[in-house]
């Protein structure tokens, strides 16, 4: 949902707009003035949308708590991401925590849904911070949204705080130290500079990263060994019984129907222990021909 989008949905549900409709200020004014909902309206409305699966119930839910959403999203000002997108991904996780929210519990919807609300904004974030992403598993997240906030109050890391962080958030010091790293980087173009007409730019990646795929020596050396093994593989099914030929083009070269040694043994009315030795005797054959 872009800003636009976000405002229609205000219009389609008559709820009032000032000035234009594509401006976000004017969408975080409109939802600033929807009325917070009761303890008790609110319990009502998702009663209605968990037990008659009530759409309406549901909307109001999500549209009561947009202004909500808003105070999370300025919460992330300084990641450097235009905070209509982060409204954006907050709405989402919204949307998930009504779906999900069972009135029965005791707990406030906001309670419920801050926690779906920034997981989507931090997914957002991560997608969008770094060219190449900064944290992949669920530690590494945690670690990069606090580090951040640590360096945000105090700047470059010592040894003693590096342990503190550590310890506080159970993970090792050498990872505290790799995701500083990683918060203190920038993305460079590869094959540019950011003012090409800058002749005191310092030079783009690419006129000084090394390519060894790319040297034709190499590649040549490249392909002639690999048509090298080709030759050998097929040397080496060539010197082998029919059976046996068989048994090995089946077991390993066919990646996408591999047969198990009981179809082999059924098809050639041994045991699955004698078409284990079979391969086994092919294999070594083979194997001594790539090794001479």
């Not at 003035?33 to 309206?41: F, G, K, N, Q, T």
């Not at 060994?225 to 090995?248: F, K, P, T, V, W």
């Not at 009981?262 to 004698?274: I, T």
């Amino acid at each position: 949902m872009s800003e636009t989008s976000m405002s229609q949905a205000l219009v389609a549900n008559n709820l009032p707009i000032p000035g234009a409709i594509g401006s976000l200020d004017a969408y975080i004014g409109a939802v600033y003035r929807i009325p917070v909902l009761s303890a008790e309206d609110e319990q009502a409305l998702a009663r209605r949308y968990r037990d008659e699966d009530d759409l309406d119930a549901a909307r109001e839910l999500v549209m009561s708590h947009l202004r909500f959403v808003v105070h999370v999203a300025r919460g992330y000002n300084g990641y450097g991401l235009p905070l209509g997108d982060l409204i954006q991904e907050g709405n989402i996780g919204l949307m998930k925590a009504v779906k999900r929210f069972d009135p029965d519990v005791g707990v406030r919807l906001v309670s419920f849904a801050v926690h779906w609300i920034r997981a989507e904004m931090h997914e957002f974030i991560l997608r969008n911070w770094r060219i190449v992403k900064v944290a992949t598993t669920k530690a590494q997240r945690k670690l990069f949204f606090n580090l951040r906030k640590s360096k945000q109050r105090l700047g470059w890391l010592n040894a003693e705080e590096v342990r503190a962080v550590a310890a506080d958030l159970n993970v090792s010091e050498r990872e505290v130290m790799e995701m500083e790293s990683r918060l203190s980087g920038r993305d460079i173009g590869f094959d540019m500079t950011a003012d090409d007409s800058d002749d005191h730019a310092p030079p783009a990646p690419a006129a000084y990263l090394v390519a060894p795929e790319e040297d034709p020596s190499q590649a040549y050396e490249r392909t002639d060994h690999e048509e090298n093994q080709l030759e050998l593989l097929r040397d080496g099914l060539r010197a082998l019984d029919e059976r046996s030929r068989d048994i090995i083009r089946r077991r390993w070269l066919d990646a996408d129907n591999k047969a198990t040694l009981q179809e082999l043994a059924d098809e050639y009315g041994v045991s699955a222990e004698r078409i284990r030795q079979i391969e086994a005797n092919a294999l070594k054959k083979m194997k001594a021909l790539f090794a001479a």
